[in-house]
């Protein structure tokens, strides 16, 4: 069985936008992803790994682990052997107790990248493969975090430009999901059942393709 492993915040952890409530695994897009590679045959097990708020590199001065770098190895370690693991985080990079610009941002990617390369498992496991999945571009951000993204889709531009250049120089994989899907008008920055479904199916299939192809 391949093990994957999907590190990213509050859009894939699934929540309802507008809502604090959330979408149950088989409607979330890791949940989706999991269902198509079963049906094609693959065995594999998603590991959700998920959390709201989490930025790639910065930590939230109101709520304690949200830095993506912080005990990152010990997950890998923690669910190794890991086929890939699949890193869909940014957005929160650019909450307004921030002032990054995607370049900071990107380089926060490339700490994730290069502690997954070098975390501490076993010996003779092998290093996973790693995908980054630029996130969907955020829009103004209604409801009650809206105060938080204040400024935040000017600062986020260009985003998913900065994450493919890196991606292409750290040699991992790619996936654009702006190609597919577009946040919700409720509130902006989150995805609707709907969206979950159509980025599932997408990663299933460059994933089967790209990774699980000779499995």
């Not at 086929?83 to 957005?91: A, D, E, Q, T």
């Amino acid at each position: 069985m391949d093990n994957i492993l999907v590190y990213s915040d509050s859009i894939s952890w699934g929540i309802i936008p507008n809502t604090r409530k959330r979408l149950s695994f088989d409607d979330r897009w890791p949940g989706v992803m999991e269902k198509i590679l079963l049906e094609k045959g693959k065995s594999v097990r998603i590991i959700e790994n998920c959390l709201n708020g989490r930025r790639t590199v910065w930590s939230d001065p109101f709520r304690a682990g949200r830095d993506g770098s912080e005990g990152l190895a010990q997950v890998i370690e923690m669910h190794s052997p890991l086929k890939l693991v699949i890193l869909m985080l940014g957005n929160n990079d650019f909450q307004c107790t921030h002032d990054n610009s995607v370049a900071l941002s990107g380089q926060g990617i490339v700490k994730l990248i290069n502690i997954i390369r070098q975390a501490p498992i076993e010996p003779g496991m092998p290093i996973p493969q790693i995908m980054v999945v630029a996130p969907p571009k955020l829009k103004p951000v209604k409801g009650a975090v809206a105060y938080k993204f204040e400024g935040a889709v000017e600062r986020s531009l260009g985003l998913a430009a900065e994450y493919a250049i890196i991606a292409k120089a750290y040699q991992t994989l790619y996936f654009d999901a702006n190609t597919v899907v577009e946040m919700s008008d409720i509130d902006g920055l989150h995805l609707d059942k709907d969206s979950h479904a159509i980025l599932g199916k997408a990663l299933a299939n460059r994933v089967s393709a790209s990774v699980l192809a000779k499995s």
